[in-house]
C-alpha cells in the first residue's frame, strides 16, 4: 500500500500522527514503539528485527520519479541514494524517524515517520526554479498543503522577536538579515494546523524551506436548517411554538412513533387531564375540549360546528402537519368556545399537511 503525501498508510498505527514539515506531511505512526520489559535482567536484550521499507521521492510538479536523491535518517548513519524509479529501500527497526532528502535544484525535504511493519512511502518535493540562494542571511519560507502540495497563499508566517509576514500568491515569504544558525518558524492559516519548526541557516547563502501544512478539522456548530409554513405562520403556531405557550405539540412521525394509533383520538390518552370517549374529548372539570381544523371551528362543546370530514378518527397521520392541545387557563383566547367564555376548558388544533405544504 502506499503512503503519498499528507495521507496515512493503511498498514501503519491507526492513532493520531505528526505532521511532517519542511515540504512534507507525511507520517505512518506517532507511537512510541517500547519494547516489552526484560523478564530476566540477565538476559541481554534481544535483536530489533528489521523491517523493510520502500521510500520513492517524486517531483511535485510532474510526478516524475527524481533519480540521485540522498535520504538521511536521524540515528542511522547509513545514507540511500534514490534509482531510476525514484525508489529506496530501508531496511530500518520498528520505531519513529526524521528524514532529510537532497537534491540538486529542489528544497531540501525534511520530515517525519514512523514504521510498525513493511509499508511503502511516497513524498515530493519541489523545484527551488529561478531562486537565487546566494544571497546571504536571507531565508525563504514556502508553504504548502500537507498532501496535495497546493501552494497557500495568506498563510502568517513568523519567526521569535515578532517577525512575520503573509505569504504571496506563490506560497513564498521572505526574511532578511537573519543572525544566529537555527530560526524558529511557526505558520497559521485557518481551516490548518498550526505549525513551529526549527530551521538550520546556512552560512553565507539563502536557505529554502518548505512546509506542508495538515488541514484541520474545524468543528462548527450545528446549523438548524427550517422551512417553516407560512399558512402556519400566519395562524400564530410558530410564534406560540417560539414563545412557550404552546403545552403539547406533536407532528405526524410522533404518531407514527406511538405505535400508529389507529384513531387520531387515542392519541391524546397520554396527556394529563385528557379523557377519550369515541371521538369526543373531555377536559378535567368534564367540559368538552375544543377542535380545530386548519383554523376553523369544528366541535365547542355538544355543538358541532363544521364536522371534519369522516369525523376525526378517519384522519391518517399523513394527512397531519401539527397538532396543539391546550388545556385550562393556558388556552389562547383565539381558541375560546366563544365570546365572554370563562370555562377554559381548552383546545386541541388539528393542522393539515395539505395548507402547510402549500404556503412552504
Not at 48 to 68: C, F, I
Not at 186 to 214: C, D, F, N, W
Not at 313 to 326: M, Q, S
Amino acid at each position: 500500500m502506499k503512503h503519498h503525501l499528507g495521507m496515512r498508510a493503511g498498514l501503519l498505527h491507526r492513532t493520531r500522527c505528526r505532521t511532517i514539515l519542511l515540504s512534507l506531511g507525511a507520517c505512518l505512526s506517532a507511537e512510541s514503539f517500547l519494547s516489552p520489559p526484560v523478564l530476566t535482567a540477565q538476559e541481554p536484550a534481544p535483536e530489533a528485527e528489521a523491517v523493510r521499507v520502500t521510500m520513492q521521492v517524486r517531483d511535485a510538479e510532474s510526478n516524475v520519479p527524481l533519480l540521485g536523491a540522498l535520504i538521511e535518517l536521524t540515528g542511522l548513519s547509513s545514507r540511500y541514494v534514490t534509482g531510476m524509479d525514484g525508489r529506496v529501500t530501508l531496511e530500518i527497526p520498528a520505531g519513529h524517524y526524521t528524514f532529510t532528502a537532497h537534491k540538486g535544484g529542489y528544497a531540501t525535504l525534511r520530515g517525519d515517520f514512523g514504521v510498525i511493519g513493511a509499508s511503502e512511502l511516497t513524498v515530493v518535493m519541489h523545484r527551488l526554479g529561478d531562486v537565487d540562494t546566494s544571497i546571504p542571511e536571507r531565508l525563504l519560507v514556502r508553504v504548502a498543503e500537507f498532501g496535495s502540495g497546493r501552494l497557500i497563499e495568506g498563510a502568517v508566517v513568523s519567526l521569535p522577536g515578532g517577525r512575520g509576514g503573509l505569504t504571496d500568491g506563490s506560497g513564498w515569504v521572505e526574511f532578511r538579515d537573519l543572525d544566529g544558525t537555527v530560526a524558529e518558524v511557526t505558520v497559521q492559516m485557518i481551516g490548518y494546523r498550526k505549525r513551529t519548526e526549527p530551521v538550520t541557516l546556512h552560512e553565507g547563502r539563502t536557505t529554502v524551506v518548505e512546509l506542508a501544512m495538515s488541514i484541520d478539522a474545524v468543528v462548527l456548530s450545528p446549523i438548524a436548517v427550517e422551512v417553516r409554513s407560512g399558512f402556519l405562520e400566519r395562524h400564530g403556531v410558530y410564534w406560540r411554538m417560539d414563545h412557550g405557550h404552546a403545552m403539547h405539540v406533536f407532528d405526524s412521525q410522533d404518531l407514527i412513533d406511538r405505535g400508529g394509533v389507529p384513531y387520531l383520538a387515542e392519541a391524546f390518552r397520554r396527556i394529563p387531564n385528557l379523557h377519550v370517549f369515541g371521538e369526543t374529548i373531555f377536559g378535567r372539570r368534564g367540559c368538552t375540549i375544543a377542535i380545530y381544523w386548519d383554523g376553523v371551528p369544528q366541535q365547542f362543546g355538544d355543538h358541532i360546528v363544521r364536522p371534519i370530514p369522516g369525523g376525526l378518527n378517519h384522519l391518517a397521520p399523513e394527512e397531519i402537519e401539527l397538532i396543539e392541545v391546550y388545556t385550562g387557563m393556558r388556552t389562547p383566547s383565539r381558541f375560546s368556545r366563544w365570546p365572554g367564555d370563562l370555562n377554559h376548558c381548552g383546545a386541541i388544533a388539528v393542522w393539515s399537511k395539505r395548507l402547510a405544504d402549500r404556503s412552504r
